[in-house]
């Protein structure tokens, strides 16, 4: 199974930012239990990074790969409409977790 590279772009320690990251975390960790690398770049730390990455609303998450390249915008507490916009399909028991909330 492949790895997910992942990039979650927040703005500092902000409550949204530190949901989505948790969010992000309980979905590939818990729910769909998939190998993800995880970096979380505070825009502003390093605001290139968000430049070059084209960010422009925070939190950003962005799938590198497997490609294509995907991204979500918002602090990602739907897991079912995450997985759509970066086209993973749930596996079967993870559908019956939190994947439909």
Do not use: C, W
């Amino acid at each position: 199974m492949n790895e997910f590279h992942l990039r979650l772009f927040i703005t500092g320690r902000s409550h949204r930012g530190e949901t989505a990251a948790r969010n992000v975390r309980q979905l590939f960790g818990e729910t769909l239990r998939q190998p993800y690398q995880l970096t979380v770049v505070d825009v502003l730390e390093t605001p290139e990074l968000a430049e070059a990455s084209r960010v422009m609303a925070t939190p950003t998450l962005i799938k590198e790969s497997p490609g294509p390249i995907r991204r979500v915008i918002g602090d990602l507490s739907d897991h079912a409409a995450v997985l759509r916009a970066i086209g993973v399909e749930p596996r079967q028991e993870a559908e019956g977790g939190n994947a439909g909330e």
